[in-house]
């Protein structure tokens, strides 16, 4: 008897429909997007786990007290999780949750703060924008460094090395440590745009792409070493 009504307590609960999972926010799309390979209206809910897909002209907004804005731009995979986001290729800006993409974490310094960051990981470029509020780069090979706001950091992929260019490096790796200090310091001491010990390239955002992000302005471009168009920054940015 005893065994039998355990038997019936475990299948009365294994029928038992299991609590439905919250949802992290409501989403505002435009133009085509889709969920695990389903068409996401605008009006949705979002939920932890969702993989979401832009079209190259669409984008979608995810906004809630939960996960503060997050936007997806055009021609963007990413993941949605309970407390970042996953960025497979496309551009993603967020003003609270952290954004994971090619083996970093990218997050804010300080959560209380006023925080805009915008990440792009597309055709073997990595280019991370602090807006507003600074940002802090974790990565498993270039350790950690902070995106002072209103600069940027960029790393391009580099490219299969050519006959010509693996001599040279041959010749860097025979240089003694005397020259490799001299050229060292040679090339260090410059503040905007010089190469951090990460690797990634540091800049000062130009004026139209800081005014883009409060304006709604399309195309904005940064300043310094990047070249306009390199770095969307498109109509969904928040208004300031």
Known sequence: MRNFLAIALACAMASMPLPAASALGGVTTSGAVWTNQTALPSG???????????????FAVLDSPATGRVELRGDTSAKVGESSVTLDRGVVASAKMAIATGGLEISVAD???????VVENQDGRQLIAAYRGDVVVRGRSSGSFIVPSGQYAMAAAAAPPSPRESAEKKGDADKNAEDKDKDRKKRGGAAAGAATNSGWALGSLGHAASVAVVTGATAAALGGAVAAGAFRDESTSPQD
């Open 44 to 58: 949705s809910s979002v939920y932890a786990g969702d993989e979401i897909r832009t079209a190259p002209d669409a």
């Open 111 to 117: 959560p209380k703060a006023d925080n805009w960051f």
